[in-house]
């Protein structure tokens, strides 16, 4: 039967609209890169992906539980199961499941991804939103084998539409979406068995039983609108919907002569509203009409010229494609940036243990001091490794037991319960709050540098923590070094008073408090450029403050030349910079820090 007019030849100027987000948003479960979303609102949206793990392009369709809270948890979950048998079918016309996933409130639908348009999108772009019989011929061919294989294997598909059909840039068709109707149902979507009304015979509208004869309608009500362009049972609601099932659909050989006979009985009987009247199976619905309806092979053919025309217009384009397959390293090594969190606290911590332990050692036990910074290394970088806070925690109260046993019955004691003070309100207000804070404070003390802080603290801290942590880290770093060439708490304590007043000193201090506010300022929930850029700021403040300090008063050996502390400035900034660029921007200091 040969088509009296050629609908599919106009294409419509209006595309389907799509959003783009950016490639550098959150990866999806860990592994898979948005680079488009579709159909985002209703009850599900699909994103489509690039699997940064397998390297592959994949549709995700994602849907939301959070409707489920009056569903019972049964039945919940026999959807959920329901789901999961679905994703192991395997035939050409329909859409390979890759994986299923369910987290709390969500479960993800990881699909292939079909490089064409839906059948939805297809015939809004045709004149009349009609196919020719050949195509709609191939189309009803593609469809009755997908459902046979299903219904053989038990499964059912409850949602035909045309937007869960898949059209290939080879006119390949695909069903999509097995057994979501299910799970739709579970979360209490729209009242019904699932599906879409319009598309529902009265038994899955009324929430019946159903069976292979509820996908047959479906499948004959998207053949009737490929074939006239309308819907005939489209409403806004399942009541509208089932009157209209009622009356039945005008029949197709009233509006198309040529359809009149086999064709219009057929589609007229899978339509009906009585379960028994309509075909048992699709293929005997599809062997009922088919040979009356066109040619399929013709209909390959001409859906192929179709798609030809939307190549390049049917998904993202390459560009889009090689940015979503650039992986970044923190997207690779996803447990790298705690390692280095960790990593760093360990190193300060362990290396301020091999410091201080001996001199806590020497007034309490009677062991080597060789042995007592052994086992404060090991003992502070093990634990720090582990729990970052709880070895900085540690660590602070080693330096002040430190301070303490350096002369308990001197001035020092003062000096230690002030010290414990101090650092117990940073801990409260700053140190328990953020995992990289205790690095921050502690790089100065335990490499001797009173620079060594400030890059941390600057890209992890927001700017009134990173001023005070990096400041406070310096008067740290100064007690420190003095404890180690005081001969007792009476010399440290004298030691520490010509620091503190020593111009030098504060200008270090109020230099690293001001270079790591700045660069948290500057680089504070921006892109990797601007974090980058405030770390260049912090380097040169340091720099600036060290340069300037031999040309005043200087207290102690604590500063020493101003070599080391500009080189530590700068490579600190660079390395601080490299993380940031590499692995992405620290992880947020929470609201209320």
């Known amino acids: 039967m040969q088509n009296p007019a050629t609908p599919s030849q106009g294409w419509s100027a209006s595309t389907p609209s799509r959003s783009y987000p950016q490639p550098e948003h959150p990866l999806l479960l860990g592994r898979y890169r948005v680079v488009e979303t579709r159909g985002a609102g209703g009850f599900a ?9 397998l390297q592959r392009k994949v549709a995700i369709k994602c849907m939301p539980l959070s409707t489920a809270a009056g569903a019972s948890s049964s039945t919940l979950q026999e959807a959920l199961d329901e789901a999961r048998i679905t994703s192991r079918l395997t035939h050409p016309n329909i859409v390979t499941v890759h994986d299923f996933e369910v987290t709390a409130d969500t479960a993800y639908l990881i699909m292939e991804y079909v490089d064409g348009l839906t059948l939805a999108e297809l015939l809004a772009r045709v004149e009349g939103g009609m196919l020719t019989y050949d195509e709609c011929a191939h189309l009803l061919d593609c469809l009755a084998n997908a459902l046979a294989y299903a219904h053989e294997n038990g499964v059912l598909h409850l949602d035909i539409k045309p937007s869960n059909i898949f059209i290939d840039t080879s006119a390949n068709m695909k069903l999509g979406d097995f057994g979501m109707a299910s799970l739709a149902s579970a979360a209490g979507w729209e009242g019904a068995r699932g599906g879409t009304i319009g598309y529902m015979p009265p038994e899955q509208l009324q929430c019946g039983m159903v069976d292979e004869r509820t996908d047959v ?21 399942a009541e509208f919907s089932l009157k209209k099932i009622g009356r039945g659909a005008r029949p197709l050989g009233k509006i198309e002569s040529q359809l009149a006979g086999p064709v219009t009985e057929g ?52 560009d889009t494609w090689e940015q979503a397959a650039h992986v970044r390293a923190i997207e690779r ?11 760093a606290c360990a190193l300060a911590t362990g290396i301020l243990g091999w410091k201080l332990a001996p001199i806590v050692a020497g007034a309490t036990l009677d062991i ?37 046993a350096s002369g308990v019955y001197s001035p020092a004691f003062l000096v230690a319960v002030l010290s414990g003070v101090t650092l117990g309100m940073w801990w409260t207000r700053i140190g328990s709050r953020s995992r990289a804070s205790a690095s921050g404070l502690l790089m100065p003390a335990a490499f001797g540098v009173p620079t060594a802080g400030s890059a941390i603290c600057g890209a992890t801290l927001r700017p009134a923590a990173a001023l005070v942590t990096s400041a406070l880290g310096v008067l740290l770093q100064v007690a420190v070094g003095l404890l180690g060439a005081a001969a007792g708490g009476e010399e440290f304590v004298r030691s520490l008073a010509g620091a503190l007043s020593s111009p030098a000193t504060w200008e270090m201090v109020a230099g ?3 270079a790591a506010a700045l660069a948290s300022l500057i680089g504070n929930t921006r892109g990797p450029v601007a974090r ?16 300037a300090l031999p040309g005043m008063e200087n207290a102690g050996l604590w500063l020493g030349n101003s070599a080391p502390g500009v080189a530590v400035a700068v490579v600190c900034s660079v390395l601080m910079s490299i993380a940031i660029v590499t692995l992405g921007p620290a992880p947020k200091p929470r609201e209320d820090e």
């Open 45 to 53: 949206a699909v994103h489509v992906c690039w699997d940064i793990r």
């Open 217 to 237: 309608f479906a499948l004959a009500v998207v053949c009737y609108q490929a074939l006239t362009g309308t819907s005939p049972f489209a409403g806004p609601d």
């Open 512 to 514: 690293a408090g001001c």
């Open 333 to 343: 090594w996803p447990w790298l940036p705690q390692a280095a969190s960790r990593g």
């Open 368 to 404: 080597s001091a060789g042995t007592a910074s052994l086992v404060g290394l090991i003992a502070l970088g093990a634990i720090s490794a582990a729990a970052p806070g709880a070895g900085g925690a540690l660590a602070l109260l080693l330096v002040c037991g430190a301070i303490l």
């Open 532 to 547: 980058s850029a405030a770390q260049v700021v912090c380097a040169f403040v340091l720099v600036a403050t060290r340069t």
């Open 267 to 318: 589609v007229a009987r899978a339509m009906s509203p009585e379960p028994s009247r309509r075909p048992s199976t699709a293929g005997e619905f599809a062997d009922a009409v088919l040979p009356y309806l066109g040619d399929e092979a013709a209909g390959k053919e001409s859906v192929a010229e179709l798609m030809a025309q939307v190549t390049g217009e049917t998904g993202p384009d390459e």
